[in-house]
């Protein structure tokens, strides 16, 4: 299984699809060469506008962008684009503008400090009305979900990591905005979880089945907004219990989205492995994961407890 740059994709597909999108208009805050959209820059210099480190005016050329009939992307690392800019982006979402916020090093990102770290935009944009908010687990995923933002008029939220994921999905999957993803079907036991958080559980599935003699259902929610709720609680229905996993501070982060439905609908044992409300620390991806309990121990403890099994 070959592990797969997302941002690489990203920016490939920005070239690629760049004379089909005729009006396809690129913005970055300073950080192009992290982003990848530096390949865009380089083949359309027409089409390419970098704003510095400004997120806010970045985003309100954007909004001007979209309401001139253009088709912007804008992109830079997630804490600093839906962070320093999330008025602009709410702006944008309230009047139902055609933006695409595409940004990269989501979750832990390593060595570039604390700061750095998005470990809260998902709850930031999960508020907003008419956003659509995806998140990728690979680059097959994340090639289906830009077809479709280029496609789909109103405003995109796609999360990308720094990380390289590995290949889940085959050639034959067919992503759609609002569906859940099934990546292993189950009968006990439902793992949930968004980016990192699914290849975890997809990782580490046949172990866990293999300690608890239990069959695991694992949903990918690479759609947060807009969820179909009906058929997610379809699907943990006659579940035993259910994990959701975040990379991101789970305290009204993913975990808190599911749980308000769950408990609407469908009553069983929920546990979640995320952030704990806190903030990161610098350190490599490596620890951090470890350190903040991504890790097959803290998992296993997990489905233990919501098992309630001594």
């Known amino acids: 299984m070959s592990n797969v740059s997302l941002r690489d994709v990203f920016g490939s597909f920005l070239v690629n699809y760049a004379k089909k999108y005729e009006n396809l208009v690129v913005i970055d805050a300073d950080l192009s060469s992290s982003t990848r959209t530096v390949n865009f820059a380089q083949q359309f210099p027409q089409r390419f506008f970098n704003m510095g480190i400004a997120e806010q005016n970045a985003m309100g050329v954007a909004i001007g962008f979209a309401i001139s009939g253009k088709l912007p992307v ?10 320093r800019a999330w008025e602009f982006i709410r702006l944008a979402c309230h009047d139902n503008l055609n933006v695409k916020i ?5 979750g832990f990102v390593g060595e570039d400090g604390s700061t750095h770290h998005a470990l809260e935009d998902l709850s930031l944009m999960g508020t907003l009305p008419n956003l659509n908010v995806l998140v990728p687990i690979d680059g097959i995923e994340l090639t289906q979900m830009l077809i479709d933002a280029l ?8 999360r990308l990591p720094r990380s390289t994921f590995p290949q889940i999905h085959d050639e034959t999957y067919n992503f759609k905005r609002g569906a859940v993803d099934m990546l292993k079907n189950g009968n006990d036991i439902c793992l949930m979880g968004t980016g990192y958080g699914s290849i975890l559980a997809y990782q580490n599935v046949t172990q ?32 035993i219990a259910a994990v959701v996993i975040e990379e991101h501070n789970s305290y009204w982060g993913v975990g808190s989205m599911v749980a308000k439905l769950v408990c609407e609908t469908v009553k069983i044992p929920m546990k979640f492995l995320g952030v704990n409300d806190s903030f990161g620390q610098s350190g490599s991806r490596r620890d951090l994961l470890i350190k903040y309990g991504f890790t097959y121990e803290n998992l296993k403890k997990l489905v233990r407890e919501s098992l309630d099994i001594e």
């Open 102 to 106: 595409i940004t990269t090093h989501a």
């Open 208 to 239: 866990l089945e293999k300690d608890f003699n239990l069959s695991i259902k694992i949903l990918n929610l690479s759609t947060i907004k807009p969820l179909d709720s009906s058929t997610l609680a379809r699907e943990l229905n006659n579940m």
């Open 74 to 83: 804008i992109s830079g690392f997630s804490i600093f684009n839906t962070g």
């Open 151 to 158: 496609n789909t008029e109103g405003p995109f939220y796609i």
